[in-house]
């Protein structure tokens, strides 16, 4: 018998906190009152119970609460169901950490590559990595691989398809990945440097694994999949049964639960299998701060359980005077995603995209 | 060529909206600068394009975006993902609501049953419908059978797994589905009455499939779906291709904080597929108003291109006391789903579900 230790903020008057805490213990597990528990099993084991409360001045409180992890089922869908099922409802409530049992843990195998694993297939380079995204969409599929060819060849490790990119009329899935894994083999000829091509997979779960396959009939070296916008089981199915690149996970549509967002794109999509995260940086167009970046950073690199480490990947309006600055505050095991940046000015993309990866290194 | 029309809510100081409203035109379609796009195509199809902004004193404001319908590629994840990929992120931006064109909506069926399918079913009464829910998780299935024959008998319309139900070591579904289908069938031959059982499918999409191929097998009724939970794209591939018998959303994991409840749980899931959605009733024990949930059962039930009605059910802590409000409330089309207040004292279960039933009539 064991359990999650779940924790998550509350926003409510602090003479209140007891009676919430009391309140989602049973929410989040046998969702009755407690006096309608009259089998001593469904008391003692399956039961929610309030491990503690901090209640703090600000009236935003900590609680922290036991699942049982036998309810789960050791099922990605049950075990989001039973994080935060019900309680996502209440506007007072955010998930802020889960602590999985190792037994519970030992059931997912998480990343397989992490970031030696993609150190090693760009040739085990110890430096940044760099990432560029292939945009805007409604270009044709030969525009998109002239841009992956270009991109590549100025020293990008990984060209990333935008994740706007799906399988449009004007750039049809297969078609747009046959010709951007065709220049991306090009350059690797040609310059004898190791550089991967990672296609956007969106669709629902018929649509992806056929996207799969012929990603993988291609030879790409890597995918990119937004777990939150495919399902985050999805994403789990398709990690450890269809793809055996790494998988580059995008943060798409994931700030629309209230997940802190350390927990979501660091711990969860990292046990879910991702290899890399892609996450707004403190700083740019998006509103994550300081102290978010580093917990997702921390989440996807530290220690735990036997999981492989996951590669962090800062973006959303990172430019090219902000790599010094980024670099500094992620260390090394870090990959650069700079975007629409290296586009504007049209006419400079070559050069923009060489002082991009002569910063790194 | 077509265009999605997108309505946000932006919270921001007002001289900054038209900027915001700019932006966000941007992030959902090209996700680049527009001097950036030097395409044609791209520049007159593909860029999301300002509609219009209604700039309020009260710092709370709503913009129209329009989407080109073909960057969605007709799908439900890509439809996602230009809705609400990027600005999910946006702490400021909540997304309420969304018209899409025609030919849009004809590529998607929507509630293959709707009201009157679920009414055909329940032989066709035409009184407000009634719903209970079988919990605590942690019980056996034998016991989670009798629960489900003694609320049928008694005269529930549709009685359905609790959404914590799911594979657990101690009511494993296949096992749980027949042993609660039987005890259906036995009620429906003592009574000559109609009555259902909704199982609840929950899992990664292998699993979601055996399931619903087990359901099927075992002829229930009616099945339980939370599609923010196994993902939305899922949940419409299943009812599309996997399931004949009405589906039931349930809103677990979709406190989406920054999508409207009546966009999503009354437009989006609509559109998805869902012939009756479950949402939380106002004054219960979560915090919808009364304005949300009408907007959810108006969306649910309203003319929408040739889409079936979708079936209201309040839920979330209903008691008997409240029945002939909340009729009076949604009108005749609903269902009310009361959980655990039926099963509270424990030993009068038969008598209050009496009470219930006959509350509604």
Redesign the interface.
């Known amino acids: 018998m064991s359990w999650i230790n779940v924790t998550y903020r509350i926003r409510a008057p602090r003479e209140q906190l007891d009676a919430i805490a009391h309140?989602l213990a049973l929410?989040q597990?046998?969702?009755?009152?407690a006096?309608?528990?009259?089998?001593a099993?469904?008391a003692e084991?399956?039961?929610g119970r309030v491990a503690a409360a901090h209640p703090s001045d600000t009236g935003l409180h900590e609680i922290e609460i036991q699942l049982a992890a036998?309810?789960?089922?050791f099922?990605?869908?049950?075990s989001?169901?039973?994080l935060?099922?019900?309680?996502?409802?209440?506007?007072?409530v955010e998930l802020v950490d889960v602590e999985f049992p190792p037994e519970f843990l030992a059931r997912f195998p998480g990343p397989r590559h992490g970031i030696d694993g993609i150190r090693r297939r760009l040739q085990s380079i110890r430096r940044p990595l760099t990432c560029a995204?292939l945009?805007?969409?409604?270009?044709s599929s030969e525009?998109l691989a002239k841009l992956c060819g270009t991109l590549a060849f100025n020293g990008i490790d990984i060209v990333k398809d935008?994740?706007?990119l799906?399988?449009?009329?004007?750039s049809p899935f297969a078609q747009r990945v046959v010709a951007c894994q065709r220049a991306i083999v090009q350059v690797q000829r040609a310059t004898g440097r190791a550089c991967i091509y990672a296609p956007s997979l969106?669709?629902?779960?018929?649509?992806l694994v056929a996207q799969a396959r012929i990603a993988r009939e291609e030879g790409v070296g890597a995918v990119l999949l937004?777990p939150?916008?495919?399902?985050?089981?999805?994403f789990?199915?398709l990690v450890v049964?269809h793809i055996d690149v790494p998988a580059i996970a995008h943060?798409?549509?994931?700030?629309?639960?209230?997940v802190a967002a350390p927990l979501l794109l660091g711990k969860l999509f990292r046990w879910l299998g991702a290899d890399a995260v892609i996450f707004?940086n403190f700083g740019g167009?998006?509103?994550?701060s300081r102290e978010e970046c580093a917990g997702i950073a921390n989440n996807n690199r530290c220690d735990w359980a036997r999981y492989a480490r996951t590669l962090p990947v800062p973006a959303?309006g990172l430019t090219l005077e902000r790599v010094a600055e980024v670099v500094d505050f992620y260390g090394p095991d870090v990959m650069l995603l700079i975007?629409?940046a290296l586009?504007?000015?049209?006419d400079r993309l070559a050069e923009r995209t060489r002082a991009f990866v002569a910063s790194v290194e």
Do not use: C, W
């Not at 036998?70 to 089922?73: E, F, I, Q, S, V």
């Not at 799906?166 to 004007?170: G, H, N, S, T, V």
């Not at 939150?228 to 999805?234: D, E, K, R, T």
């Open positions: 309140g929410e597990s046998v969702e009755v009152a006096e309608v528990v009259t089998d099993f469904v084991e399956i039961m036998a309810t789960t089922g099922d990605v869908a049950q989001l169901n039973m935060f099922g019900n309680s996502s409802l209440h506007a007072h995204a945009k805007p969409q409604g270009l525009a935008d994740h706007g799906a399988d449009q009329d004007y969106v669709g629902s779960p018929r649509a937004a939150a916008l495919i399902g985050m089981p999805v789990h199915e049964a943060p798409a549509y994931a700030g629309a639960a209230r707004p167009r998006f509103a994550y959303g975007g629409g586009l504007a000015p049209a």
